[in-house]
């Protein structure tokens, strides 16, 4: 940590934006840094609600799924929300926020079988899928591995989202 620190503060680095929920855990929770630390879908909302950035929205039916450590872990719920509010039709589903189902791959479940983890995401993505949408929505690229694994419906992450809704 410290060895870090002191790259970032060398860096002149005003702020720190992760798209790793972990990360963004760690950083925020662990290194008392003197700048920012922002998951990029906080960042993207500030983006979006600030005008930096305009999006397009289309009719495409979305779900979003909570990673653990983002949700659970640092209360982020909202951002990635709204931003999938400005760009397409956000649905919701049974188990999300506070009750989100994990994906089931967590670094730290090292101690579960693969089909332990399977059955998690197998649950997560029948809670994700139930309202029959066009995108499985998250904010974490090892929850996007995860629950890709597991589905024939497309799966991305919010950055990627946005990407496509950006208006020229």
């Given at each position: ?34 700048i ?44 990635p ?62 929850c ?25």
């Amino acid at each position: 940590k410290r060895k870090n620190s002191e790259l970032i503060k060398k860096s002149g680095a005003t702020m720190l934006v992760t798209s790793c929920p972990i990360c963004y855990q760690s950083f925020k929770k662990e290194y008392n840094l003197k700048i920012p630390v922002l998951h990029h879908s906080e960042y993207i909302e500030s983006l979006i609600r600030n005008n930096i950035i305009s999006v397009n929205r289309s009719e495409s039916r979305v779900t979003y799924h909570d990673p653990c450590e983002l949700g659970r872990g640092c209360g982020v719920y909202e951002q990635p929300r709204n931003i999938l509010k400005e760009t397409n039709i956000l649905v919701g589903t049974q188990e999300e926020r506070e009750k989100s189902i994990c994906c089931g791959y967590n670094l730290g479940n090292l101690s579960i079988t693969n089909q332990q983890q399977a059955s998690i995401r197998n649950a997560a993505i029948s809670n994700l899928t139930e309202p029959s949408p066009d995108v499985i929505a998250t904010a974490c690229p090892m929850c996007k591995k995860a629950l890709s694994r597991g589905t024939e419906t497309p799966v991305k992450d919010i950055a990627e989202i946005v990407v496509k809704h950006l208006k020229s």
